[in-house]
């Protein structure tokens, strides 16, 4: 296991407890201290006496992304497990997520998580909590590639992959994105299959300080900067000549989208539901915006629904397929 620790000096004793726990007990937890100017250096060498399992490495400040890579370099099993130093990993997690990958009938799956206990407050955090209840709603590899461009499929705390992934396709990238969602995209774009354990064997603590709280390479505008490259890769792949219509006309909506272009998707028209914005070029640029009676057959376009409105991803899901269309073939959900 790896696990990246910056000035985690209030927390990562209790995640380092949590994985010397774990009924699984042929592991190896390599620690990262990413430059830390706290406690967290010496919590971790206190914790490494007497656990020979237990290895902490030491590296200039760099951010998480280099001190996973860092980690996952000196590995030496045959599957490398994820977890910040701010969670708790639940006594059978590793032997859950070991079994399932030495499962014959899952020897195609290159990444299994699991499901997630949200470690926070679920009525001052609501949004974070129905995000959790979300990504554990996505289970299968066919769940987790269908989704994948609506939010990060997987809570890379709750990882475990096989190692020569690494090797074939790269780790982290460091840059102005969410170094975790750019890896599943990127991977999940190289054919990897993605699974989940459907229990809650990681609690994912929700802190004022998380860095996908405070750091500008998670904020909305980076996500939908970075998987606009891969969800264009996916519109070339799949549409096959189709016009590339998008589902949602609002200026919010449109904004998104946009990021498309500059990865060579052009898009031939919007549909909405609001029938004031329908009929008409859009914006004097006579682009066409359909209502939703008016959508072509799947034969004639690939849609992209980028609306995210409560409850309007189900709605366009459903009269998408009830109009013949079939989800990952003639359409993509999106965000």
């Not at 289970?139 to 090797?167: C, G, H, K, W, Y």
């Not at 459907?198 to 909305?220: F, G, N, V």
């Amino acid at each position: 296991m790896v696990l990246p620790a910056f000035n985690a000096a209030a927390t990562v004793a209790r995640a380092v407890e949590s994985v010397r726990a774990q009924t699984f007990s042929d592991w190896e937890l390599i620690a990262v201290d990413d430059g830390s100017t706290d406690g967290t250096r010496a919590i971790l060498t206190d914790r490494a006496r007497g656990e020979p399992r237990l290895r902490v490495l030491r590296q200039d400040h760099a951010g998480v992304a280099v001190a996973a890579n860092a980690g996952a370099a000196v590995a030496r099993g045959e599957f490398i497990a994820r977890m910040d130093a701010d969670d708790v990993s639940q006594p059978e997690r590793l032997a859950a997520q070991v079994a399932f990958l030495d499962q014959v009938v899952n020897r195609a799956v290159g990444v299994v998580g699991c499901g997630v206990e949200f470690g926070g407050d679920r009525a001052a955090q609501a949004g974070y909590a129905l995000h959790v209840d979300w990504v554990n709603s996505l289970v299968t590899p066919e769940q987790i590639a269908l989704n994948r461009f609506i939010e990060a499929p997987l809570v890379n705390p709750s990882v475990m992959f096989r190692r020569d992934l690494v090797a074939r396709h790269g780790g982290y990238r460091d840059g102005n994105f969410p170094e975790d969602y750019e890896l599943w995209l990127r991977w999940l774009d190289a054919g990897v299959r993605m699974a989940k354990v459907p229990r809650e064997l990681l609690t994912w603590h929700d802190s004022p300080i998380r860095l996908t709280r405070i750091d500008a390479r998670y904020a909305p505008e980076a996500f939908f900067r970075m998987k606009a490259e891969w969800i264009a890769r996916e519109a070339a792949r799949v549409a096959g000549g189709r016009r590339v219509f998008v589902w949602g006309a609002g200026r919010h909506t449109r904004k998104r989208a946009a990021h498309l272009t500059k990865h060579g998707v052009s898009i031939a028209g919007y549909i909405d539901v609001d029938l004031k914005k329908t009929g008409r070029g859009l914006g004097g640029t006579g682009v066409p915006v359909l209502a939703e009676d008016a959508v072509p057959a799947a034969t004639e376009i690939f849609v992209l629904s980028y609306v995210t409105t409560r409850g309007a991803r189900d709605y366009i899901r459903g009269k998408l397929t009830a109009r013949g269309h079939v989800e990952g073939r003639d359409f993509l959900m999106c965000a």
